[in-house]
C-alpha cells in the first residue's frame, strides 16, 4: 500500500475510521470523506498524530449528492494525482419497522446513501482508473446484503443492490486492471451497530448486544479493525485476481440457518 492514494467514504468513525488507520499505517495516503465536518476533522488528527508521514486529506461531502461526490473524485485527482482504491464505506440503517409500516421518506433515504452514493463513487472514480489502468475497489454491502434481516427492508435492499452492482463492476471493467469487491460485515462493534441495539433495547442496549452475540458461532461480535485488515488486502496489489465477490465477515453466522 506504500503510496498509493485511497478514498474513503463515512471516515469519521466506525469502520471507515478504522481502514483509515490501517491503510496510513501500510503507507497509504488518504482521501477522508464524511458529511459530518468534525467527525472528519477528529479523524484526521487522530490519524495525523499515529501516522506523521502520511498524507492524508478530508472532503466534506453527502454521498446521496452526485455533484458532491464527482467534487471529492476531483479533489483527489487534484491533490494526489491518481486514485489507485475508493473504500465505498458510508451508509446509514434508517429505522426498524415492518415493511407496510416503514417510513417511505426515511427509506429513501437509506437507497439515496446506501445505494446512490456506491453508485456515484464507482461513476466518477473508475475512468480515472481506466486512463491508469489499474484500480481497486471495495463497496460495503452487508450480512444484510446475502440474507433478509428482520424490520430492515431499505437496507437490506440497499446492501443486496451494492454486492450487485459490484459484479457488473468486476464483470465490465477488469480488463482495465479494475478489481471490484464487495464486503458483507456482520454486527461489527460500530456506533452504527451500538444505535441499532439502543433501538432494540432502549432501557438495556447492553444486554441486546450481549443476546446478539450469543447466536454468532463465535460468541461475539467482531471489531473495526478486523473488517479494515480484509480491505486493506482487497484495496492493495496483494490482491491480484479476487474481484466480483461479496466477502462475509461475520464470525460464519450468515452460515446459519434459523435463528439457533
Known amino acids: 500500500m506504500k503510496n498509493k492514494v485511497i478514498i474513503i467514504t463515512g471516515a469519521g468513525m466506525g469502520l471507515g475510521l478504522a481502514a483509515a488507520r490501517e491503510l496510513a499505517s501500510a503507507g497509504a495516503h488518504l ?27 478530508t472532503f466534506v461531502a453527502d454521498v446521496s449528492q452526485e455533484t458532491q461526490v464527482k467534487n471529492y473524485v476531483d479533489e483527489a485527482v487534484k491533490i494526489f494525482g491518481r486514485i489507485d482504491g475508493l473504500y465505498n464505506n458510508a451508509g446509514i440503517e434508517g429505522r426498524q419497522a415492518s415493511i407496510t409500516e416503514y417510513d417511505v421518506n426515511i427509506f429513501k433515504k437509506v437507497i439515496d446513501i446506501n445505494l446512490m452514493g456506491v453508485y456515484y463513487g464507482m461513476r466518477y472514480v473508475i475512468p480515472v482508473m481506466q486512463e491508469q489502468k489499474y484500480g481497486r475497489i471495495v463497496n460495503v454491502a452487508s450480512v444484510g446484503g446475502i440474507r433478509g434481516v428482520l424490520h430492515q427492508v431499505p437496507y437490506v435492499a440497499s446492501k443486496h443492490a451494492v454486492s450487485g452492482m459490484t459484479k457488473n463492476a468486476a464483470l465490465e471493467y477488469g480488463k482495465d486492471g479494475i478489481l471490484t469487491n464487495a464486503i458483507a460485515p456482520g454486527a461489527i462493534l460500530t456506533p452504527m451497530v451500538a444505535e441499532a441495539f439502543r433501538q432494540v433495547n ?12 450469543q447466536r454468532n458461532p463465535t460468541r461475539r461480535l467482531g471489531q473495526p479493525h478486523e473488517v479494515a485488515k480484509l480491505v486493506t488486502f482487497l484495496l492493495s496489489e496483494n490482491n491480484g485476481y479476487v474481484s466480483g465477490q461479496t466477502i462475509a465477515i461475520d464470525g460464519g453466522e450468515s452460515n446459519m440457518y434459523g435463528n439457533s
Open 202 to 213: 432502549p432501557a438495556d442496549p447492553k444486554a441486546a448486544e450481549t443476546e446478539y452475540a
Open 31 to 57: 482521501l477522508l470523506v464524511d458529511y459530518n465536518e468534525k467527525s472528519l476533522a477528529d479523524a484526521r488528527s487522530q490519524l495525523g498524530k499515529e501516522f506523521p508521514n502520511a498524507k492524508i486529506a
